[in-house]
């Protein structure tokens, strides 16, 4: 049941299974829900929102995997195996040290037994649209990172009630579908160096009132739109780390801590922010990140004891690495199972 105080988050966009190889040999490989959606509403969910991510996953071990650890958060699943079903993302993080000791991750879309192509993302679909539509109303914040007809007319319904769009590009793919995005969204967050073009959301056909360039290790920048004039833009340098095991999922970090921030009254309570208080809760999303930059994974600060390292919430269950190991993935092409 939805605990009625608490600020809503609807979602569609990647949400796939992660398997973290560590860096370390003798650490089992982990799995967690992952992708820029799955981890954003995650993080949301622990931060203390009702979350209610929309997405196309089989019920395949991969999504049973996904699915009991979103649940873990109290993540809503309503909308999690919307018709048509198909194969369910998976990914592959391996981290390792460079020569000079620093840690590097790097992701793979292969099998880690096999070789073969695991399954990729597959938007949702119109007919996911009637059943979806009274989520998307009742939302605050309408989170989309990867385009169809089917989000954009969920975003669309979202902010004409009140809802605040947030839009993570990946990549301009459909152009068309793009510019759509950006003329609906109020906040557009995006990387530099995969999406540097994309410095003029902020226009006068826009919905968009922030803009976030991030930057990596520099930090990031951002252009806030208040009473229809746009700031110069700002630069925020990164918050310092105590410890960098794994800079996965910074930006998911930052995104989440933005909103829980400035996000808990749509739309309507996001314009009473002044520019001074974007960048408070900006700073506030990098000080999560870079402590999640002590854990491996994307959101592996979430399943250690770390309560104590930084006050984010009290942890709700044991770590994951003392969980029992159970089957998570079985390759289309291969005949073994990769355990958490």
């Known amino acids: ?27 089992p490989v982990q799995s967690w829900a992952g992708g820029t959606c799955g981890n954003v509403l995650s993080i949301l969910a622990y ?15 991969a999504a049973t995997r996904i699915t009991e650890d979103l649940q873990r958060w109290g993540v809503h699943l309503d909308f999690v195996h919307s018709e ?16 000079t000791g620093v840690p590097k991750h790097k992701f793979t879309w292969t099998c880690p037994r096999c070789g073969n192509w ?6 949702i679909t119109r007919s996911v649209v009637d059943d979806a539509l009274d989520a998307a109303q009742g939302a605050q ?4 990172d990867r385009l169809s007809r089917a989000a954009l007319t969920l975003a669309k319904h979202a902010a004409d009630h009140g809802a605040l769009v947030v839009f993570e590009p990946s990549g301009r793919s459909d152009p068309k579908m793009f510019d759509e995005a950006v003329s609906i969204a109020h906040i557009v ?3 530099d160096q995969r999406l540097s073009d994309a410095g003029g959301t902020m226009s006068d056909d826009t919905a968009t009132l922030l803009e976030v360039q991030t930057l990596g290790s520099r930090g990031l920048r951002f252009r806030h739109k208040n009473q229809n004039t746009a700031s110069d833009w700002i630069e925020l340098e990164a918050a310092p780390a105590t410890e960098i ?7 998911d970090w930052c995104t989440a801590g933005l909103l829980s921030q400035v996000g808990a009254s749509g739309h309507a309570g996001f314009i009473s922010h002044t520019t001074d208080t974007i960048a408070q809760a900006l700073q506030h999303g990098q000080t999560l990140a870079a402590w999640n930059c002590g854990y491996e994974g994307a959101r592996g600060g979430m399943y250690a004891e770390a309560d104590a390292v930084l006050q984010v919430a009290t942890l709700i269950a044991q770590s994951a690495a003392d969980r029992e190991p159970s089957p998570v993935l079985s390759c289309p092409a291969c005949t073994e199972s990769v355990t958490n």
């Open 118 to 123: 695991l399954p990729s993302f597959r938007p």
């Open 1 to 27: 049941m939805s605990n009625l105080t608490s600020p809503k988050v609807v979602g569609t966009g990647l949400i796939a299974l992660d398997l973290v190889i560590s860096a370390d040999p003798q650490t």
């Open 47 to 61: 931060l203390g929102w009702e979350a209610f991510p929309i997405a196309r996953l089989n019920r395949d071990a």
């Open 141 to 144: 914040v309408f989170f989309l």
């Open 189 to 191: 967050k995006y990387a």
């Open 245 to 251: 095991v794994d800079t996965c999922g910074s930006g």
């Open 84 to 99: 048509p079903t198909t194969s369910t993302p998976i990914i592959v993080q391996e981290n390792h040290l460079s020569r």
